[in-house]
C-alpha cells in the first residue's frame, strides 16, 4: 500500500515526494550546465535616422543596420535597438561598455572615448546645392549659411578648418527643408546619402539640386563603449570581416547604391 511517509532524515517533517523533486531540480541544472550572465549576450545599438544607412523601415533599414543585424545574428548576440538624437545616441555609446553605434567616423577628438570594433564602408563627402554646384571649402566659406549635422565628424571637421558660417541641424530631413526654401545655400555631408534622402523631395526641386566635387572620403565604422570587453570586439570584428570577405557587405551597399 502506497503512503507519504514523513522521513526521519528531514526536519519539519519535509515530505520525501518534495526532496526527490527538489533533487530532480538540482541535478537537471548541473547537467545543463551553468547559467549565462543576465544581459550578456545583449548589446543596446544606438543610432539616429540616416537616410540610406539607419532607418526605421523595415523594408529598407540601411546598409549600416543591416550589416549589424546579420553580424549580430552570425555571433549570437542579440540587439536593444535605439533610435535617439545623434547627440545623445554618441554620449550613451561612449558610457556603456555594452553599447555600439553606427554609422561612426573616426576622428581624433573621438579616437580615445570608443572601441574602433570594424570599418564598415567609405563614403565620399561634399556639399550639396542649388542650382550652382559647390566644389571646394573655399567656395563654402563664401556663402551666407552651410547647414551641416549638429555634434557629427561633419560639423567637427568643419569647425577644425575655420569655417564661420555653419548652421547645425539636428536632422536629415531639416537640412532637406531648410535648403530647399533657401534658408541655406548648401549643406556638407555624405553625398551618397543626400543622394539617397533627395529621392523624396519634389520633381521640381530634385532638378535643381547640384552634387559638388567630392572633398573627401570618409571611412565608417561600427564602434562600442571605451571599455568594451575585448571578446565582444573580437565577435564582433571577426563577424564583419567574414562578411566583407565573402561579399555579403558589398552586396549590402550596392543594393542601397552608397558606393
Not at 150 to 158: D, K
Not at 173 to 187: D, H, I, N, P, S
Request: glycine share 8%.
Amino acid at each position: 500500500m502506497q503512503r507519504e511517509l514523513n522521513s526521519p532524515g528531514f526536519p519539519n517533517g519535509i515530505k520525501m515526494k518534495h526532496v526527490m523533486r527538489v533533487a530532480l531540480i538540482v541535478l537537471t541544472a548541473m547537467l545543463a550546465g551553468p547559467t549565462p550572465a543576465h544581459g550578456a549576450d545583449l548589446l543596446s545599438l544606438y543610432m539616429s535616422e540616416i537616410p540610406g544607412q539607419t532607418m526605421q523601415n523595415e523594408d529598407e533599414p540601411g546598409t549600416a543596420l543591416e550589416i549589424v543585424r546579420v553580424a549580430a545574428k552570425h555571433t549570437g548576440f542579440k540587439l536593444n535597438e535605439a533610435f535617439v538624437p545623434w547627440t545623445r545616441a554618441v554620449a550613451k555609446t561612449a558610457k556603456d561598455a555594452n553599447a555600439i553605434i553606427i554609422p561612426f567616423a573616426r576622428t581624433p577628438k573621438r579616437e580615445r572615448n570608443y572601441t574602433w570594433i570594424m570599418e564598415l564602408y567609405s563614403l565620399q563627402f561634399g556639399f550639396v546645392s542649388l542650382d550652382m554646384p559647390v566644389n571646394d571649402k573655399a567656395a563654402a566659406r563664401r556663402l551666407k549659411r552651410v547647414g551641416v549635422w549638429r555634434g557629427s565628424s561633419m560639423e567637427e571637421e568643419l569647425q577644425s578648418d575655420g569655417f564661420k558660417n555653419l548652421n547645425a541641424v539636428s536632422n536629415d530631413r531639416a537640412l532637406t527643408r531648410m535648403l530647399v526654401a533657401g534658408r541655406l545655400q548648401a549643406w556638407y555631408g555624405s553625398l551618397s546619402e543626400a543622394a539617397y534622402m533627395f529621392r523624396g523631395i519634389e520633381q521640381i526641386n530634385r532638378r535643381r539640386i547640384r552634387f559638388g566635387t567630392p572633398t573627401k572620403s570618409i571611412r565608417i565604422w561600427l564602434a562600442g563603449g571605451l571599455e568594451m570587453p575585448k571578446a565582444t570586439v573580437e565577435r564582433l570584428r571577426n563577424a564583419v570581416q567574414t562578411m566583407h570577405d565573402d561579399g555579403t557587405v558589398q552586396s549590402i551597399i550596392e543594393r542601397y547604391g552608397i558606393n
